[in-house]
């Protein structure tokens, strides 16, 4: 039986980081942003209740969907964000699903689930073993910050719209300390895997 891990944490703690690391070990990983991604293409079931929800403003001139101004909604809007997330989450849950059975199918030892919001949605029942990648509120905003090249401000509103991490380091199984280089995250990930009894030997 295949073990699934829940790794979730909030926006730029560094999941990507943590699923890279997974990657190397050759474990496969199914990341939910890449999903909700797909699932919201011109032409999807998603991106029609969208743009009947949202209206023609929220679409680029190739007809696909401007992202970041959808984002400009959602992440002030509460109630415009639950609208997005009951069209989107269905899908992505659905998309994730069909490849943990593809990985069960495979009798992959580890498959690993990428979700940020996890705890927000509920969906621990899609998993074993959670898994969380925690940074300090400064290290979050600073990277935030970097990586999106976004104002303090529009950053301060995407880390509200999530549960803070500190309230998630309580639900987790695990927790990895981010705030530090890559080379003491592995460290950490790796005493996690054994903790969880996996034996892969392929931790280099
Ligand atoms: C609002 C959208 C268009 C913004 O797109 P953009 O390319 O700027 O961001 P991206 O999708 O890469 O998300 C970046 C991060 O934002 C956070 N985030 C995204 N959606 C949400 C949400 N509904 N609530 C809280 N945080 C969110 C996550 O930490 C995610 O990792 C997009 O995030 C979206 O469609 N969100 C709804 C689907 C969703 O909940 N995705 C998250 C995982 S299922
Ligand atoms: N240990 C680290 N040291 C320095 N920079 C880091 C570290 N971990 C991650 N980063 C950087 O911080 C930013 C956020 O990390 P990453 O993209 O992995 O986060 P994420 O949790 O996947 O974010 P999101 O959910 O928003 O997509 C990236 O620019 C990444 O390069």
Redesign the pocket.
């Known amino acids: 039986m295949s073990l699934v891990i829940g790794l979730t944490g909030?926006?730029a703690s560094g999941k990507s980081a943590v699923s890279n690391l997974f990657k190397e070990m050759d474990i496969t990983v199914v990341d939910?942003?890449i999903e909700?991604?797909l699932a919201?293409m011109k032409g999807e079931s998603a991106y029609v209740k969208i743009l009947a929800e949202f209206g023609e403003d929220i679409l680029l001139d190739n007809g696909e969907?401007d992202?970041?101004r959808?984002?400009s909604i959602?992440?002030y809007q509460e109630e415009k964000?639950q609208i997005?997330?009951e069209i989107?989450?269905p899908e992505?849950r659905k998309r994730m699903r069909d490849q943990v059975e593809q990985a069960i199918k495979n009798s992959e030892e580890v498959v690993v689930l990428d979700?940020?919001?996890l705890f927000?949605s509920k969906l621990t029942y899609m998993v074993d073993k959670t898994l969380l990648v925690y940074v300090n509120d400064e290290t979050q905003l600073k990277r935030l910050i970097e990586r999106n090249n976004l104002s303090e401000g529009d950053a301060r509103a995407?880390i509200r719209?999530?549960m803070p991490l500190s309230d998630k380091i309580k639900l987790a199984d695990a927790v990895i300390d981010n705030n530090g280089s890559i080379a003491d995250t592995k460290k950490q990930l790796l005493e996690i895997l054994e903790q969880f009894g996996i034996t892969k030997n392929n931790h280099n």
């Open positions: 909030g926006i939910a942003d909700a991604r919201v969907i992202r970041q959808l984002g959602i992440f964000r997005l997330n989107v989450h992505v979700i940020p919001l927000e995407r719209s999530q």
